[in-house]
């Protein structure tokens, strides 16, 4: 009798390397929209790319199953490596403003918190501006203009002792708020230097009258805050930083 059963062709195994390709695309998916650790996304994702490649040759020469899982992974990986390159330029972009800060657009001369709208609307450019380069080691008096509409003025200096007896220089300040959006306003946001050029951030004191001392918070468009910030004793400079991350000098005022 005639066996008419046919033999069963052996079965066709699957690409490991295209496994490897998916998994690592999904990983690097998953971590690429993580700040730092997106570092990681790029890697896995370069890897994955490899063992993708690899798969798909495989997979065309020895005729193997798990094209679909390669191309998958091969997708997901090239995916993750341009989402990590976009994610860490806007990364990069957002550190570098912090860091900064906004940067001086003017200098003139220091307006009370008094002052009203209309007179700044009005008033034409009298020679006092100057140019933005030369936000340094201004007078006591003195208001800076930034970028984005801030004005902020060292007003006047002191020096008085907390409740502990200890002796700060007090240096009075404005903020106002010529932009169109919200800003942030900190004591931390300044810094003093003294006669050996040490660079020290603003004190935390404690004085009875703690209405006056400048708080945080945020200020609305058009909105004015003063208020005082206590510097070593010995500060001989106030530096306004434009942040509490902030690295650079916006603007610094002689105080001595």
């Known amino acids: 009798?005639?066996?008419?059963?046919?033999?069963?062709?052996?079965?066709?195994?699957?690409?490991a390397a295209g496994i490897v390709s998916l998994i690592l695309g999904i990983l690097?998916?998953?971590?690429?929209?993580?700040?730092?650790?997106n570092n990681l996304?790029?890697?896995?994702?370069?890897?994955?790319?490899?063992?993708g490649v690899v798969a798909i040759l495989r997979i065309k020469k020895k005729n193997l199953s798990g094209k679909g899982v390669a191309v998958a992974g091969l997708i997901l990986c090239i995916l993750s490596i341009v989402i990590t390159?976009?994610?860490?330029?806007?990364?990069?972009?957002?550190?570098?403003?912090?860091?900064?800060?906004?940067?001086?657009?003017?200098?003139?001369?220091?307006?009370?918190?008094?002052?009203?709208?209309?007179?700044?609307a009005d008033k034409k450019d009298d020679g006092k501006e100057k140019d933005a380069a030369a936000t340094q080691d201004l007078a006591v008096g003195k208001a800076v203009t930034l970028e984005n509409g801030l004005t902020v003025s060292v007003d006047a200096?002191?020096?008085a002792k907390d409740m502990g007896k200890k002796t700060?220089?007090?240096?009075?300040?404005?903020?106002?708020?010529?932009?169109?959006?919200?800003?942030?306003?900190?004591?931390?946001?300044w810094k003093s230097t003294n006669t050996d050029g040490a660079v020290s951030d603003a004190e935390f004191a404690l004085f009875e009258d703690r209405s006056k001392m400048l708080q945080s918070g945020e200020l609305n468009p058009g909105g004015t805050v003063t208020g005082k910030v206590?510097?070593?004793?010995?500060?001989?400079?106030?530096?306004?930083?434009?942040?509490?991350?902030?690295?650079?000098?916006?603007?610094?005022?002689?105080?001595?």
Not at 94 to 104: N, Q, R, V, W
Not at 173 to 189: A, I, L, P, R
């Open 85 to 120: 390159l976009f994610t860490q330029s806007l990364f990069s972009k957002a550190f570098d403003e912090a860091t900064s800060g906004p940067k001086a657009a003017k200098v003139s001369d220091s307006q009370s918190a008094a002052d009203k709208d209309a007179k700044k």
């Open 41 to 51: 996304s790029a890697v896995a994702g370069i890897i994955g790319l490899i063992f």
């Open 157 to 159: 200096v002191e020096t």
């Open 168 to 189: 700060y220089t007090l240096i009075t300040v404005t903020y106002k708020n010529g932009g169109k959006e919200k800003t942030d306003f900190n004591s931390f946001d």
């Open 28 to 37: 690097a998916i998953i971590i690429c929209w993580i700040p730092i650790i």
């Open 1 to 15: 009798m005639e066996n008419t059963n046919t033999p069963m062709s052996a079965p066709q195994h699957s690409s």
């Open 230 to 256: 206590p510097l070593k004793e010995d500060s001989i400079k106030a530096q306004y930083r434009g942040g509490l991350f902030s690295d650079k000098d916006a603007a610094s005022w002689k105080l001595k």
